[in-house]
């Protein structure tokens, strides 16, 4: 009603309200200047906790006027504060679905241009009022670690900045907390009241207390130093007449524990006996991490993959190994294979997600062998969920971790806004490059070591990815990673690259190990070969560039182990065959990046499908056919099925109905006959 009546020009004009409609507002009278626009800061505070709707100034231009909504099913308010702020009279009325006629003047104090709930804002405006006029009643104090008791002594701003925002950095908290509780009990607020006004605001002075489940029992405590005290009495309106002792309404069933600033060898001697305390068992310091409990209930899984029983969802490892087994063209192929979702060394990829390496080593290259790996395995789409930094802050250096992370967010949202997908992982390349050792042998020393992994630990948790660091072997391969064994020791996972090198510097064999995986089997070796491919643009000179991808070997074959370039999918006798197989693997794994979807098996577990007509079309449209258009189909559809068949037979691809919809997924070759025909 109020915006309508605004956009359409009309201002000045009674609204009446209508008690079914769930509006409401706050009304403030003798807060503004009329000449110079000024608002009282006391009234600023109504604004900023109602900052989230519509307000204006009144018709007197000496008030502002809040417009609001409820809650379905809230009680009816119309109820008017008179107060006296700074020698001056001012008025606060409250309305909630009342019939109350109200002006709508059109100058608006601020750019929003819809109604919000106000209910929360109702609340603090009542809880503000009664503390004001608390403070105009001044009564006997009383103290705990310096902080006043006395109705009054605090400025009811600070109090409440205090209950929003929290304590200022290097104010003691715990004593700014009894401040804050010993003010509302001297506004004569029940335990309850006060707990559940301070639990409003979790970023505020009762915010750590809340969020680990012992916020009541501290007010208790807090409040408990005072049973033997002198409180006054309060209703509110007038001065007591006489006090009493007062206790906490509600008793804590266990101690809870103590913060770490509140010393009680610092409370005052009150000339009073505290009753019980002798007997009273020590209170212990609150752990600075959460504490777990076998049986507690979680919404956590108990384990989250990125890649399935291979690499955690969350978790920092190291991909290692010799120079020349191809550690960088090993760590390319898994970010194809994430970025993807295609299964990667049998494993299913649990979490498809975006990638950022951070090349310190080797950042001229990178184009180039991204380029490769995505035109060879990824259906050559034109953009993948890839990211990447060619500097980098050393590992060592102070606020490293904070820089990193900076970086990180960066991708993670350049990602998230072009793919809607998350930062997943992140590689470092190389560990050596990136670390920074201030001196020589600095690599092997554990409590260095064991720095660095801290940073890629804290990376990983921080961001909810896993970090994989590349790094080398050194002279002493059974040692593994070069420098101190804290590195593997760190790690949840540890792959390693490993060949036969010759002096000549050529390597042979070259092999991936899973050397270390914690809590999963460890000793798997999968062969691969470096096969070349070109650019798709030629050199100035015409010449063509060259890059390297990986091409997995199947396990059973050992005289297929050392074959340079052995590829499953063109494993077919006849050439035009081979062509329709490797056509139809382009398409497979462009659909898959591009249009695929997660389904469920017979089995119940989980897997990243394609819709067969989706790849069928595809396909299609890039197998060339003469004739008249059903000749073409006709031709088209044969190439088609008999690929689709070998790729099958071979163990390529797998083909699964789910509700009546024919899925292809990839697989890893494991089996089948290298020579096998349709």
């Not at 209508?18 to 009282?40: F, G, K, L, T």
């Not at 607020?189 to 301070?198: F, G, M, N």
């Not at 139809?584 to 695929?596: D, K, Y």
Request: hydrophobic share 35%.
């Amino acid at each position: 009603m109020v915006l309508h009546l605004r956009q359409h020009g009309h201002t000045n004009v009674a609204h009446r309200h209508n008690v079914r409609i769930r509006q409401a507002q706050i009304d403030i009278d003798h807060c503004r200047d009329p000449d110079s626009h000024s608002i009282e800061a006391w009234a600023q505070n109504f604004l900023g906790v109602a900052c989230h709707t519509y307000a204006e100034v009144t018709p007197s231009g000496a008030g502002i006027r809040i417009w609001g909504l409820t809650a379905a099913g809230s009680d009816p308010v119309h109820r008017k504060y008179t107060i006296i702020i700074d020698g001056k009279e001012v008025a606060i009325e409250l309305f909630r679905r009342t019939a109350k006629a109200l002006t709508i003047t059109g100058y608006k104090l601020n750019n929003v241009h819809e109604l919000g709930n106000i209910d929360q804002a109702f609340g603090w405006a009542t809880a503000w009022v009664d503390r004001r006029k608390a403070a105009v009643v001044k009564a006997p104090a009383t103290q705990f670690n310096g902080c006043s008791f006395i109705r009054g002594e605090h400025d009811i701003d600070d109090i409440e900045l205090l209950v929003r925002e929290g304590a200022q950095n290097g104010a003691n908290r715990s004593d700014e907390f009894h401040k804050v509780v010993g003010h509302y009990h001297g506004c004569g607020w029940s335990v309850e009241k006060i707990h559940d006004h301070l639990q409003q605001y979790p970023e505020g002075i009762g915010g750590r207390y809340l969020s680990e489940g012992r916020l009541l029992g501290e007010i208790n405590r807090s409040l408990s130093k005072y049973e033997a005290l002198i409180l006054p009495l309060f209703n509110g309106l007038t001065a007591p007449q006489e006090v009493e002792t007062r206790k906490p309404a509600i008793a804590p069933k266990t101690p809870t524990s103590v913060d770490e600033e509140d010393d009680e060898s610092a409370d005052p001697d009150d000339g009073t006996d505290d009753v019980g305390d002798a007997d009273a068992p020590d209170e212990l310091e609150p752990p600075p991490y959460p504490l777990y409990a076998h049986g507690d209930t979680t919404t956590q899984p108990l384990k989250g993959w990125l890649l399935k029983h291979l690499l955690p969802a969350v978790g920092h490892g190291l991909l290692s190994g010799q120079w020349g087994t191809g550690k960088t063209f090993i760590a390319f192929d898994l970010a194809a294979a994430i970025a993807t979702m295609q299964p990667w060394l049998n494993r299913q990829v649990k979490r498809q997600c975006g990638v950022l390496l951070i090349a310190a080593e080797g950042g001229s290259e990178v184009r180039l062998r991204l380029d490769a790996v995505i035109r060879s395995k990824c259906g050559g789409i034109e953009r993948a969920p890839f990211r990447w930094y060619e500097n980098t802050p050393p590992l060592l250096q102070k606020d490293a971790t904070k820089t990193l992370i900076g970086m990180a967010a960066h991708a993670d949202q350049s990602l998230r806004n072009e793919f809607g997908l998350p930062l997943g992982l992140i590689i470092i390349d190389t560990i050596a490059a990136c670390a920074g050792y201030s001196q020589a042998g600095g690599e092997n020393d554990p409590a260095t070591t064991q720095a660095v992994m801290n940073v890629l630990k804290h990376l990983s948790q921080e961001l909810d990815c896993f970090v994989l660091g590349v790094d080398h072997f050194g002279k002493n391969m059974e040692a593994g990673t070069r420098g101190s064994s804290s590195k593997e020791s760190a790690s949840d996972v540890v792959l390693a690259c490993l060949g036969d090198k010759e002096l000549s510097g050529s390597v042979a064999n070259t092999r991936l190990a899973i050397r270390k995986h914690r809590g999963g089997q460890q000793g798997q070796v999968y062969p691969f070969a470096l096969r070349t491919v070109e650019a798709a643009v030629p050199d100035e000179d015409g010449e063509p560039i060259t890059s390297m991808v990986v091409e997995w070997l199947p396990q059973y074959s050992p005289d297929t182990r050392s074959r340079p370039g052995f590829d499953p999918w063109a494993q077919s006798r006849r050439q035009d065959q081979r062509a329709a197989v490797k056509r139809l693997q382009r398409v497979l794994m462009g659909a898959l990046a591009e249009h695929g979807a997660e389904r469920q098996l017979p089995q119940g577990q989980t897997a990243w499908m394609i819709d067969q007509e989706v790849v069928r079309e595809l396909f299609f449209a890039q197998t060339p056919a003469d004739g008249t258009p059903k000749q073409k189909y006709n031709a088209r559809r044969i190439q088609f099925m008999r690929a689709l068949d070998w790729a099958e037979a071979q163990e390529l691809v797998a083909i699964h109905e789910v509700d009546e919809v024919t899925y292809l997924r990839l697989c890893n070759h494991t089996a089948g006959n290298d020579d096998g025909e349709e």
